[in-house]
T-cell receptor, first 116, second 112 residues
Framework: EAGVTQFPSHSVIEKGQTVTLRCDPI?????LYWYRRVMGKEIKFLLH????????ESGMPNNRFLAERTGGTYSTLKVQPAELEDSGVYFC??????????????FGPGTRLTVT | AQSVTQLGSHVSVSEGALVLLRCNYS??????LFWYVQYPNQGLQLLLK??????LVKGINGFEAEFKKSETSFHLTKPSAHMSDAAEYFC??????????FGKGTTLSVSS
């Protein structure tokens, strides 16, 4: 079974540019989460999809961040325009839809975003 | 509000020594608790999880953790450290189908 994959692994962009991060969850996992770790801080939740619907986007920092999940499969996270404080590692995780298995989240390797 | 506190941002041990990484939590309802590990240039890997069954949980690579409700703790231990254990470790909790709440992480260094 393939794990959670994320693309790109690294991205370096200038302030004001746009970047799109992609996450492919484990096949059959309806829950998809985005997290972010800013340097020196803890990993923080951004948003949660159940299939193609946004279940919880309370962690999204501002309206420069836009997440989508097309057809309930892969997800993209767009940052437009990027600011310096957006630098960090963006993780994606997925889990089963319900029950005890829904609590165990499987993480991708992350995308390291550097905004200069 | 739920929270996770990891005591010590950096722990150093000698190879063969006991590893103890501390985690305390706060939750108004019984949580599920997790330890994740991140090796250099890799993603987060689940080490072990507490799901309200046995309070002593065994994970991969010889790690284990004990859930102590009275102390609101879920400390991670390993009897004998290996060089390959050097990594960053994260304690986390959640409720069913919700986001994980992480501690700040503890970097474990192992010296020969």
């Amino acid at each position: 079974e393939a794990g959670v994959t994320q693309f790109p692994s690294h991205s370096v962009i200038e302030k004001g540019q746009t970047v799109t991060l992609r996450c492919d969850p484990i096949s059959g996992h309806d829950n998809l989460y985005w997290y972010r770790r800013v340097m020196g801080k803890e990993i923080k939740f951004l948003l949660h999809f159940v299939k193609e619907s946004k279940q919880d986007e309370s962690g999204m920092p501002n309206n420069r961040f836009l997440a989508e999940r097309t057809g309930g499969t892969y997800s993209t996270l767009k940052v437009q325009p990027a600011e310096l404080e957006d630098s960090g590692v963006y993780f994606c995780a997925s889990s089963h839809i319900s029950g005890r298995a829904s609590r165990e989240q499987y993480f991708g390797p992350g995308t390291r975003l550097t905004v200069t | 509000a739920q929270s996770v506190t990891q005591l010590g941002s950096h722990v150093s041990v000698s190879e063969g020594a006991l590893v103890l990484l501390r985690c305390n939590y706060s939750s108004s309802v019984p949580p599920y608790l997790f330890w994740y590990v991140q090796y250099p240039n890799q993603g987060l890997q689940l080490l072990l999880k507490y799901t309200s069954a046995a309070t002593l949980v065994k994970g991969i690579n010889g790690f284990e953790a004990e859930f102590k409700k009275s102390e609101t703790s879920f400390h991670l231990t390993k009897p004998s450290a290996h060089m390959s254990d050097a990594a960053e470790y994260f304690c986390a909790l959640n409720q069913a189908g919700t986001a994980l709440i992480f501690g700040k992480g503890t970097t474990l260094s192992v010296s020969s």
